[in-house]
């Protein structure tokens, strides 16, 4: 079991990031959140089986097809005690 809490940096505002993460890490079966931060920046929490988490992790850098990912910061975390995957609203 993995939980990583991302800061994701670019252009991953008003591309639809947010979304596509929430349809990406449920696809996998990840539980965690997405939100925006403002400053061209989203951040998220991923948690769920060690392949999962990398394989989010991995799309997470190419993200949706208008978005354009500078860069991602990562952190282990504890596992978040929540189910699923949601959109949280922006900090």
């Not at 979304?19 to 951040?43: P, Y």
């Not at 850098?61 to 860069?71: E, K, N, W």
Request: aromatic share 6%; with cysteine.
């Amino acid at each position: 079991m993995k939980s990583l809490h991302l800061l994701i940096s670019g252009r991953v505002q008003g591309v639809g990031y947010r979304d596509w993460l929430v349809w990406k890490a449920s696809g996998l079966g990840l539980t965690g959140w997405v939100r925006n931060l403002g400053r061209d920046q989203v951040e998220a929490v991923l948690s769920g089986e060690d392949s999962a988490v990398d394989a989010a992790l991995a799309a997470c850098y190419r993200g949706p097809r208008a978005a354009r990912v500078d860069a991602i910061t990562t952190e282990d975390i504890a596992a978040p005690e929540m189910k699923g995957f949601v959109r949280r609203p922006t900090a």
